[in-house]
């Protein structure tokens, strides 16, 4: 052979080589499931209609189920074990020292016999095909369950419409059976129409930092930490109006604590999905930063300022003794989380906070300013113990000046906390006796949103009254500012006549008058009604003693004018807070 033929074979041997090589790797990319001998048995498909291939089906004898599904599940998990989910599956976790269960997730007692006491040598397990179709051989006459256990993270939950009923097998018959699992459906397909699914994940502690609890950021940060500690934030998971609310057999509790406790420290428990989209049957699995303390201070510094190993703050820092991020348009949008966040549940359960697009809607009035413009008012204080003063945000959050607690009332003042809806008694007028006098009331929304907003069972209630020499009213008339709602069967708003951003309105109230004026004045009061007395009533199964613990309603105007001198009191606002104070289970 000569030296030019040998080295034009070497193109030729490489180009069978790679074909040879490519015609391996492509049927490699090929996996077909051989059909197996004997009857085709059943085909396994999820609850949309479309095959489950590569899941796994067991053929369990009925005489090793012992137990009843009827039972208590916990009865079931024997003491110290610790099952891991494996990839796409689900399993559950039980505390080795007293038993308690993490997780739940496998509710029925022949999961509990596949996972636990698998017998490989007695039962017979097969897999789908890519049709969702599956075979078992050699089967003998008899009484079996049959359980399917997941092959993707699509099929979270283990499925079987036999699992808690006995199928016979006879013989070599085909007897062909269609098992439905349970699709399950990820938090990010489910909720895109829905503005609370957005808790965040696990935050890291930045370094630097002994943890991310209020406590720890308090070592520090006093005078931002005790303002903190008074406020609505502070007890947003022990308010007793929410307990009662997500006590109900009803309420969808995990939802609710989105924006109770909103970043998944605080949360026992990662909802990775709902079965068939349901919000009642959420996907748990166990939270191994789950942390206890930081649960209890609801809405802290870590909710708003710890993302991703780093401090967000307003202000940057090279000095500081953890990372920091300055982000100050962050922190401005960050109320909207919870605070526009409406959504309608199921015909009965409806969750609305609109207070983000009624602030959109006072544009261009509010053009350029946010929740913190008017909530966490300019104060100048050291960020540190014996640092420079300089210009920061009080973290008080007075808000609508109704506190979760009596206590809250004491430096409500001190705390920022100013009227959305400005009273002016501009007169009265025709006042004669036995005659109608004309009591004229201009009203103004000075806030940026609607009032009220939030919470649809509060409002706002205006009362003119007559009030004779003893304290006792003669006469009475009363105006409210509200959003009423009908809550069954069927939920939906059938008053809305609250004030937009920056509205104004002129009231002309009649006032039938006695033929005899002496000692008589006419209070105009304002109140703002979290709770009135009979839905307190109906919450005290839920909460003991509410009304003792919960303040129904705030007193934010009172003015009294007496109708023979013309002469005016106008209570200041700090008066008027101790005389709430003073209001116990009653508006």
Same mark, same amino acid.
């Given at each position: ?102 997780? /739940? ?10 996972? @636990? ?6 039962w017979q397990v097969t897999y789908t095909d890519p049709k969702g179709r599956f075979w078992f051989k050699d089967t ?40 439905? @699992? ?8 489910? &909720? ?15 370094? &630097?930092?002994?943890?991310?609890? /209020? ?28 307990? /009662? ?64 190993? $780093?401090?967000?703050?307003? $202000?940057?820092?090279?000095? /500081? ?77 007075? &808000? ?49 949103? $609607?009032?009220?907003? &939030? ?6 209630? @205006? ?86 613990? $919960? ?37």
């Open positions: 052979m000569k030296f030019s033929d040998k080295w034009l074979k070497i193109p030729f041997i490489i180009l069978v080589v790679f074909a040879f090589s490519f015609s391996c790797s492509k049927k490699q990319q090929v996996v077909e499931t051989p059909k197996p001998a004997g009857p085709e048995y059943g085909t396994v498909k999820d609850s949309l209609g479309k095959p489950v291939a590569s899941a796994s089906v067991y053929l369990v004898p009925a005489s090793e189920q012992a137990v009843s599904c009827n039972q208590n599940r916990i009865e079931y998990y024997p003491p110290r074990a610790h099952i891991v989910r494996p990839p796409g599956e689900r399993a559950f976790f039980v505390n080795g020292a007293d038993s308690t269960i993490y997780l /739940a997730s496998i509710d029925e007692p022949l999961e509990y016999l596949v996972y @636990m006491t698998p017998k490989p040598g007695k003998k006459p008899g009484d079996y369950y049959m359980y399917v256990k997941p092959a993707s993270k699509k099929h979270l939950m283990p499925g079987g419409s036999l699992c808690c009923g006995v199928t016979t097998v006879k013989g070599d018959e085909d007897t062909r059976k269609e098992i439905t @699992m349970l699709r399950n459906v990820s938090l990010e397909e489910v &909720g895109k129409d829905w503005d609370f699914l957005f808790v965040d994940g696990n935050q890291k502690t930045p370094d &630097g930092l002994y943890g991310i609890r /209020a406590e720890d950021c308090g070592e520090c940060h006093i005078e931002q930490y005790l303002e903190w500690k008074d406020s609505t934030h502070a007890q947003a998971l022990q308010d007793a109006q929410y307990q /009662a609310e997500i006590s109900k057999p009803g309420s969808p509790k995990w939802v609710c604590l989105n924006c109770h406790t909103p970043i998944q420290n605080q949360r026992p428990y990662f909802i990775r999905g709902l079965v068939e989209g349901d919000y009642y049957r959420p996907i748990r699995e166990v939270n191994p930063e789950y942390d206890p303390i930081l649960e209890r201070e609801s809405i802290s510094c870590a909710i708003c300022h710890v993302r991703d190993g $780093y401090i967000i703050g307003p $202000y940057g820092s090279k000095v /500081a003794a953890h990372p920091v991020k300055k982000d100050k348009s962050y922190l401005g949008d960050l109320c909207n989380y919870c605070h526009n966040v409406n959504d309608v549940l199921n015909p009965a359960t409806v969750c609305c906070f609109d207070i983000g697009r009624e602030m959109r809607s006072g544009e261009p009035f509010r053009k350029g300013e946010n929740c913190v413009t008017c909530h966490m008012q300019s104060k100048r204080r050291p960020l540190m113990k014996g640092y420079p003063s300089r210009k920061g945000s009080a973290h008080w959050w007075a &808000g609508s000046g109704a506190p979760k607690f009596f206590f809250g009332y004491d430096n409500m003042v001190e705390r920022g906390y100013v009227p959305g809806l400005k009273i002016t008694i501009k007169g009265i007028t025709n006042v004669r006796p036995g005659k109608e006098a004309i009591l004229k009331v201009h009203y103004k929304n000075v806030a940026g949103h $609607y009032l009220l907003t &939030g919470d649809p069972e509060r409002f706002l209630q @205006m009362e003119a009254a007559l009030v004779d020499g003893s304290g006792k009213k003669v006469y009475k008339t009363i105006n409210k500012i509200e959003q009423h709602w009908i809550w069954e069967p069927v939920s939906y708003k059938d008053i809305d006549n609250r004030m937009k951003p920056l509205e104004e309105r002129v009231l002309k109230i009649k006032i039938p008058l006695p033929d005899n004026l002496n000692g008589l004045k006419l209070v105009y009061k304002g109140t703002h009604v979290r709770l009135t007395p009979g839905h307190a009533d109906h919450m005290e199964g839920s909460v003991s003693n509410i009304r003792e613990v $919960y303040p129904l309603s705030t007193i934010f105007f009172m003015e009294e004018i007496d109708l023979k001198t013309k002469k005016r009191k106008k209570y200041p606002l700090k008066e008027l807070m101790a005389i709430s104070k003073k209001k116990v289970g009653v508006i």
